[in-house]
């Protein structure tokens, strides 16, 4: 099993629409989330942060997290062209037996048609 | 400046050449980071300094040898890379290096090995 885990996409919907992006991890000690965009060609960029189970809410953001069940989301409200973009879900994890770092997933391409 | 700046944005090198990748964080933050992103893989974690620690991912190449002068500039030294080599190469920053912290990105260096 990787260490975190994303559906490639593309993920595909309408001007206006909710898109709902999903990341699992495996390392059930990992304390900290994050949700990154990253436009082609560009670096990744941060969106949210969420280290407590439950919503977060930042603008047209809300970021889910569920510990329990490994699984850390975003949502995007009122979906827009520009919105457009890879989402890279970051997970702390245990890494080379030596401390928590930060693990990337591959990333969920969303396509926001007008 | 400010931010997370990196130094040269494009680098096409030989693979005999030597050259050398910049970053310079202004945040006041205390750990440093270079990734890796080649196309359609995930962000793969090179080397990591902070005042606690260096760590060093062991799949990295020798050829890689990274440099943390303090906590604001890092180098990251190049040398008879192969054509495998070419990809986005991000410096990144954050409070600590303790994976819990958001990590901040800079521009990217985008190196083609010929």
């Known amino acids: 099993q990787k260490e975190v885990e994303q559906n490639s996409g593309p993920l595909s919907v309408p001007e206006g629409a909710i898109a709902s992006l999903n990341c699992t991890y495996s390392?059930?000690?990992?304390?900290?989330f994050f949700w990154y965009r990253q436009y082609s060609g560009k670096s990744p960029e941060l969106i949210m942060s969420?280290?407590?189970?439950g919503d977060k809410e930042d603008g047209r953001f809300t970021a889910q997290l569920n510990k329990a069940s490994q699984y850390v989301s975003l949502l995007i409200r009122d979906s827009q062209p520009s919105d457009s973009a890879t989402y890279l879900c970051?997970?702390?994890?245990?890494?080379?037996?030596?401390?928590?770092?930060?693990?990337f997933g591959s990333g969920t391409r969303l396509l926001v048609r007008p | 400046e400010t931010g997370v700046t990196q130094t040269p944005r494009h680098l096409v090198m030989g693979m005999t050449n030597k050259k050398s990748l910049k970053c310079e964080q202004h945040l006041g933050h205390n750990a440093m980071y270079w990734y890796k992103q080649s196309a359609k893989k995930p962000l793969e974690l090179m080397f990591v300094y902070s005042l606690e620690e260096r760590v060093e991912n062991n799949s990295v190449p020798s050829r890689f040898s990274p440099e943390c002068p303090n906590s604001s500039h890092l180098f990251l030294h190049l040398h008879t890379l192969q054509p495998e080599d070419s990809a986005l190469y991000l410096c990144?920053?954050?409070?600590?290096?303790?994976?819990?912290?958001?990590?901040?990105f800079g521009p990217g260096t985008r190196l083609t090995v010929t």
């Open positions: 390392d059930r000690g990992s304390q900290s």
């Open positions: 990144a920053s954050s409070q600590t290096a303790q994976g819990i912290d958001e990590q901040y």
């Open positions: 970051a997970v702390n994890h245990w890494y080379m037996d030596s401390s928590y770092k930060l693990i």
């Open positions: 969420i280290y407590s189970n």
